[in-house]
């Protein structure tokens, strides 16, 4: 699902690899496995969506994987999610999308690559990676106190309406996974409560 | 709807006014026009409030709309969401509350206008808007990549519980749409799912 | 209930009451006190854990009341959070959980006693509680501006998935109430909105 990769943080990631990581460049910026989707609630062929007068609830799971071979990246994940929701058969209601690491966030902002490098630069600034024993955190073998700063900043989750099958979403709205801490796999909750 | 307006946010929007944009002082401070607010999930007459004994789930949707006369300010829009809630007629559940642009906020805390004052000196601070070449968002043509740090700062959207139909606060919560980039309409979506 | 008080939160605390407050190193570190809690939608006898084709949506609710001693410090409220989740006998939903006084935060991230030193240097770098003189807000008569914008950076509120009757967590995930202004009894809102 090399799919996910859009140009902008394909771009990203490579200069942050080459920069701080030596990953090899032509790696995939994202290898993407989703896992345990499935609908919790009801045995397979009970709920008709063309049945618009049911008003029973209705949940929905699945994990997003991520692996980001740079310490540091931003992935849209809008079309994923945007694919869980057609999934679920929900058609109004909420979807929670949230990092289920501490070192790593999940946001909702614009999908423009110079946006993305002033956010890395701007959390640089804010929560500097170095001096990594500047951090007590850091005294148990861990170098990512920082990541656990920006994390914070940037947000665990995002709840999104859902609206006649939709994301109910402004003009620019994307759904982001922000990495701090990356070059392992890591996972997105998706979670969609509904009718 | 310019009661929406109250006398700290409006002082507020003046002196950011005045110093900043040079808008008329004596403008309205928040024009708000609402918009497309529906109960999506039943016909008219299936939903009887006392009925206390039914579980069957609802959803409500509607846009507020805002257009701030100065690049930054606060519009305590707490009463524009309680009247929605009234609407919805749900009497337990979640309220979900979001800026629909991504250099705008949606945050909950204390109306009271010097700590209106100073968070926007604050997020001046924690991410400047001049000088605006800094920012390579900022090539694009925008100036306004500092409002893509302090939306993420001040939060996206907050949900806030539905207890026996009103919102669930304590003493001093109040909910603010957060403008950064202001001199444009721009929109808060409210979904409510409960029963 | 001083069973809520862990190893790393409690040193955090004695170590900040020393510093700044002079508070009693032997005093309990956080009195919690449950108050209101209840099933809002539903007559004692009509729900049945083990009728799993049953798709009505429950609610539920409940107050966590903490009393921090000193005026900064981090409580991990897990347990307290899945003993609500419990009781509401919900099993696939959404849990809210938010600080109801705007001086507090709830958030999720490590259990790790050094970093959460590590949060309060870098909030005090962020948003420092002195001078307090430096804060419009504190001509109010009070002292507290620091803590309204540390709350922010640290967030009010975080919505939790509902799996299988579970906290649907990733491995470190914790949540935690983080008081930026403590030495008074201040609450967290716990509401879960499922089936």
């Given at each position: 699902m090399g799919a996910a990769c859009r140009p902008s943080v394909k771009t990203l990631c490579f200069e942050l690899a080459l920069a701080a990581d030596g990953v090899d460049p032509d790696s995939p910026c994202i290898a993407t496995t989703p896992a345990e989707g499935s609908l919790h609630d009801k045995p397979p062929g009970q709920s008709h969506p063309e049945d618009k007068q049911s008003n029973d609830m209705k949940s929905f799971r699945k994990e997003l994987w991520f692996e980001v071979p740079s310490r540091f990246g931003f992935v849209n994940i809008t079309d994923q999610v945007e694919a869980c929701l057609r999934e679920s058969r929900i058609a109004e209601g909420l979807v929670l999308v949230n990092a289920m690491h501490i070192t790593a966030s999940v946001f909702i902002n614009d999908d423009e690559s110079g946006l993305h490098k002033d956010y890395l630069s701007w959390l640089e600034r804010l929560a500097?990676?170095?001096?990594?024993?500047?951090?007590?955190?850091?005294?148990?073998?861990?170098?990512?106190a920082d990541a656990h700063m920006k994390r914070q900043v940037m947000g665990r989750e995002v709840v999104v309406a859902v609206t006649k099958s939709k994301l109910d979403f402004g003009p620019w709205e994307q759904i982001f996974y922000g990495e701090f801490d990356g070059r392992r796999k890591k996972r997105v909750l998706v979670k969609i409560l509904g009718e």
């Open positions: 500097p990676h170095d001096p990594t024993s500047a951090y007590l955190h850091n005294r148990t073998g861990e170098d990512n």
